[in-house]
């Protein structure tokens, strides 16, 4: 199955008094880039989202980030180690201010109280363990909506393919259609580039044989024909194909541009060469939807 590598997920999760905000994010690109911006402090985060994203993706330029927040305190959710940890400083103060000759206004419980870290360390900032554990799991699900988005996208995308690549076919069976019909041209042509070279003096076989050999090739184009109806053979088995072939489809579509140009510079015909011109149209514009397979 064809993959894009355009897609987009997101997933939500709480645990305690953490939230979190996961997002994924996935457009084109020669190899696979990964940009993660994730909070350092989640042990084991980043080298199981690295290993889940290299393992279901091959190509890609991926954005992956993850938001956390946490509630804030309720009453009642008071660090003990942080209050102590106050009053001594405050006793540090006061002894200070003391002989320093300042005399400081008394504190209040609730003064203390609105103290940051007597209420945040009322609990872990890391979250713990199971707090790591239930984040890392949530990576598994959101690479698999990831993916099930690129290949909903391939499938759109092979389908597109697949319509140019019917076109290219179409322009290529015309083009085979015209040959019988230009042979009585091609004769008349071959026959005056003849008499050109029999007009010569002094005409060795050689030069006469290698004149002869070029006028034929120059009208010939059944080469680059067969060379086209084989490439289409190989562009729908390629977009069949159940893996990353973009690569592959990038290098055919380079085949496919070559064999049009030929066509062109040795057609002889205004019929002909429209022919080419719309295939070089083709081609190009299946090239940039291949861009974003994988």
């Given at each position: 199955?064809?993959?894009?590598?355009?897609?987009?997920?997101?997933?939500?999760?709480?645990?305690?008094?953490?939230?979190?905000?996961?997002?994924?994010?996935?457009?084109?690109?020669?190899?696979?880039?990964?940009?993660?911006?994730?909070?350092?402090?989640?042990?084991?985060?980043?080298?199981?989202?690295?290993?889940?994203?290299?393992?279901?993706?091959?190509?890609?330029?991926?954005?992956?980030?993850?938001?956390?927040?946490?509630?804030?305190?309720?009453?009642?959710?008071?660090?003990?180690?942080?209050?102590?940890?106050?009053?001594?400083?405050?006793?540090?103060?006061?002894?200070?201010?003391?002989?320093?000759?300042?005399?400081?206004?008394?504190?209040?419980?609730?003064?203390?109280?609105?103290?940051?870290?007597?209420?945040?360390?009322?609990?872990?900032?890391?979250?713990?363990?199971?707090?790591?554990?239930?984040?890392?799991a949530d990576i598994a699900p959101l690479v698999a909506d990831f993916d099930?988005?690129?290949?909903?996208?391939?499938?759109?995308?092979?389908?597109?393919?697949?319509?140019?690549?019917?076109?290219?076919?179409?322009?290529?069976?015309?083009?085979?259609?015209?040959?019988?019909?230009?042979?009585?041209?091609?004769?008349?042509?071959?026959?005056?580039?003849?008499?050109?070279?029999?007009?010569?003096?002094?005409?060795?076989?050689?030069?006469?044989?290698?004149?002869?050999?070029?006028?034929?090739?120059?009208?010939?184009?059944?080469?680059?024909?067969?060379?086209?109806?084989?490439?289409?053979?190989?562009?729908?088995?390629?977009?069949?194909?159940?893996?990353?072939?973009?690569?592959?489809?990038?290098?055919?579509?380079?085949?496919?541009?070559?064999?049009?140009?030929?066509?062109?510079?040795?057609?002889?015909?205004?019929?002909?060469?429209?022919?080419?011109?719309?295939?070089?149209?083709?081609?190009?514009?299946?090239?940039?939807?291949?861009?974003?397979?994988?």
């Amino acid at each position: 199955m064809t993959r894009s590598m355009t897609a987009y997920a997101t997933r939500t999760g709480t645990h305690g008094p953490f939230s979190w905000v996961w997002e994924l994010r996935g457009v084109n690109g020669k190899g696979l880039d990964l940009r993660m911006r994730v909070p350092d402090w989640i042990s084991g985060l980043e080298p199981a989202l690295r290993s889940a994203l290299t393992g279901a993706l091959k190509r890609g330029n991926i954005q992956a980030s993850l938001k956390v927040t946490r509630a804030e305190s309720t009453g009642g959710d008071v660090s003990e180690d942080a209050v102590a940890n106050v009053l001594n400083g405050l006793k540090t103060i006061e002894s200070m201010a003391s002989e320093a000759g300042l005399h400081l206004a008394p504190l209040t419980a609730a003064d203390i109280y609105s103290i940051r870290s007597v209420t945040e360390g009322a609990g872990r900032e890391d979250g713990g363990a199971d707090f790591a554990a239930a984040v890392i799991a949530d990576i598994a699900p959101l690479v698999a909506d990831f993916d099930a988005m690129r290949a909903t996208e391939g499938a759109a995308l092979g389908n597109v393919i697949n319509g140019q690549t019917d076109t290219i076919a179409d322009l290529v069976a015309r083009a085979k259609a015209l040959l019988p019909d230009r042979a009585a041209a091609q004769e008349a042509a071959f026959k005056a580039g003849l008499a050109r070279v029999l007009k010569e003096k002094d005409l060795d076989e050689a030069k006469l044989a290698q004149e002869l050999a070029q006028l034929a090739i120059k009208s010939d184009v059944m080469e680059e024909i067969d060379r086209l109806e084989a490439h289409i053979v190989a562009a729908r088995d390629l977009i069949g194909t159940d893996g990353p072939v973009g690569r592959k489809l990038d290098f055919l579509m380079q085949e496919f541009n070559r064999e049009a140009n030929t066509l062109c510079s040795k057609s002889g015909d205004t019929t002909l060469t429209a022919i080419g011109l719309d295939l070089k149209v083709t081609i190009d514009q299946m090239r940039e939807q291949i861009q974003n397979v994988e």
